[in-house]
T-cell receptor, first 111, second 114 residues
Framework: GQNIDQPTEMTATEGAIVQINCTYQTSGFNGLFWYQQHAGEAPTFLSYNVLDGLEEKGRFSSFLSRSKGYSYLLLKELQMKDSASYLCAVRDRTGANNLFFGTGTRLTVIP | KAGVTQTPRYLIKTRGQQVTLSCSPISGHRSVSWYQQTPGQGLQFLFEYFSETQRNKGNFPGRFSGRQFSNSRSEMNVSTLELGDSALYLC?????????????FGPGTRLTVL
């Protein structure tokens, strides 16, 4: 089966840096996605990794290690609006669009 | 480009009824996937349609079904509703299913079963 693990909740201070970890065990691998979801809203795409290494996009960076089944999302210069759930998802094969999601990490940014 | 749209946004049904949800993908997108989101289980894959064919299916009972039309719009149907079907139903579209293809989500339909 597929297993995606993330911490349930995290709290961080405005202006700080936070790292949200995700570990996965899937039968195949064809990419890892991070989504942000504010309460009551749709998930919005943040980043995609398919090769090992770091992808940087503004204040957000995502890292992947395929050999370790591990990824993290790094958020810098935290803002209050970053309070949301962050979802890690794995696509386990090519030619398919079924993503396996973790249960999400609820991040609370405090002043 | 307009985003993914879903109708209705909210729905209240009673046990035993059936429901149909609709999803219009981003223009030009041919793949539509459906997900169920609940507080305890998170987002779970229901099925994916591509060019009017169901390409993948998750582990949900046969009461959950779907279809896709030639204009890529998709519908999802749940028959004989149960209390546990109360959830946010999200659809996501992408252009194909190639490497790096990103899914873009609609706002969801909040279904409450009484």
């Amino acid at each position: 089966g597929q297993n995606i693990d993330q911490p349930t909740e995290m709290t961080a201070t405005e202006g700080a840096i936070v790292q949200i970890n995700c570990t996965y065990q899937t039968s195949g691998f064809n990419g890892l996605f991070w989504y942000q979801q504010h309460a009551g809203e749709a998930p919005t795409f943040l980043s995609y990794n398919v090769l090992d290494g770091l992808e940087e996009k503004g204040r957000f960076s995502s890292f992947l290690s395929r050999s370790k089944g591990y990824s993290y999302l790094l958020l810098k210069e935290l803002q209050m609006k970053d309070s949301a759930s962050y979802l890690c998802a794995v696509r386990d094969r090519t030619g398919a669009n079924n993503l396996f999601f973790g249960t999400g990490t609820r991040l609370t940014v405090i002043p | 480009k307009a985003g993914v749209t879903q109708t209705p946004r909210y729905l209240i049904k009673t046990r035993g009824q059936q429901v149909t949800l609709s999803c219009s993908p981003i223009s030009g997108h041919r793949s539509v996937s459906w997900y169920q989101q609940t507080p305890g289980q998170g987002l779970q894959f229901l099925f994916e349609y591509f060019s009017e064919t169901q390409r993948n299916k998750g582990n949900f009972p046969g009461r959950f079904s779907g279809r896709q039309f030639s204009n890529s719009r998709s519908e999802m149907n749940v028959s004989t509703l149960e209390l546990g079907d109360s959830a946010l139903y999200l659809c996501a579209s992408s252009s194909t299913a190639g490497r790096g293809d990103t899914q873009y989500f609609g706002p969801g339909t909040r279904l409450t079963v009484l």
